[in-house]
């Protein structure tokens, strides 16, 4: 069993792991970095499981029942019951994506697949990277950066519409071509719906005393999207709060302060992360309201404006 990420760097190193060897693939409920307990339910009838793109804080939990191996990017502390735990970053380096990584180990090729996932988590700034060499390279076989951005976007669409099944059926995709993704009806389709829903939220946001807020109800995972697009348009900071069917979400980003503090605030309740200009919380549904007021309440009486 391959257990991968959602997002196209995950997808792509499954791929790349399935090409060496057929294998099933499943990926966690999009949105949970662990594993819950339905998740592990179904882990169960495995005995080896192949873990790519997901630093898993119960990976260990897996090895009461299966024999692991582990081959990711993500900040992370070895997993010693892991019959292999291949992350550079164990050594303190940092690699750009997980398909490199699974690159490196197994002696592969750089193709289309291993791009894909390097665009996939870099986006545009992927430009700046040493390996945007080698995906230029790609172009002598016909491969177009651009049609490989596309074909991120497309592969990304599936959980961005929340569609799990969607993801998994990607991994198969992925190995059929750049053609075969670029040309795929249903994501396509997929790219217009978020495009629109995007759209049609971010235009509701209302700026209170400094600060674009938006109370939203989308089971899209576009919060990000969303809130990068008002702030994108307006300069700013911006404060958005989304209610799920099974979560509530808060997501801010700032072009004029540092919420790395919030972030450590959010953290010691919720699951929170981010970075100087951003911060995400996943809170448990109806508790977002609550966190949302209190959010906004210290970045007005704190004065930041
Ligand atoms: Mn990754």
Redesign the pocket.
Known sequence: MILH?W?S??IA?AALMMRMEENENFTPKIGNYFIDADDMEELRKYDEIKIV?MNLPDASKLCEFAKIWIYD??LATKVECAQEHFNPFLEGKSYP??TLVVMERFNLPFDYIVAL?II??NGPKTRQLKEYELIKKLEKDGIKFNDLQKAVELIDSSYKINDRKEVTENVKLVLNGIEEILGNEKLNRNVELIRKEIEKWAEKAEKIDGIRILKMKTDYNIISAVTRKIVWENGGTALVLNEKKDRDEIYLRSTEMDVRWLIETAKKKYFAGGKKEVMGVVLPKGGGKKFFEKILNMLTREKVY
Do not use: E, I, T, V
């Open positions: 990420h997002d760097d995950g190193s793109d990017h993500h994506s997980a996932g996939g988590d």
